[in-house]
């Protein structure tokens, strides 16, 4: 299975209100839309950040401590992945 090109679903995002951008990300991974708006709406990060944050977790030429550097770089981006984990946990 080929990964989901991001910035591809970014750009067709942009347009999109934040549930359907909900919907779109949660089909990619195992928390569902519902789960994924309220996150991203409690955090307050917009859909630009949101895929940003998505780009250095999936990137596999970062280590995962040039990986926590970038995310601290996103606004709220590690409040997200906080919030995340704690939904996968």
Do not use: H, S
Not at 2 to 30: Q, W
Not at 41 to 54: A, G, H, P, Y
């Amino acid at each position: 299975m080929m990964a989901p090109d991001f910035k591809k679903l970014a750009k067709e995002a942009a347009a999109d209100t934040n549930k359907e951008f909900a919907n779109r990300i949660a089909a990619l991974t195992n928390i569902n839309a519902k789960d994924l708006k309220k996150i991203i709406e409690q955090n307050n990060i917009d859909q630009k950040d949101f895929t940003k944050l998505i780009e250095v977790v999936k990137n596999k030429t970062l280590d995962n401590e040039q990986k926590a550097v970038a995310i601290q770089n996103i606004n709220k981006g590690l409040e997200t992945v906080i919030a995340l984990v704690g939904k996968l946990i």
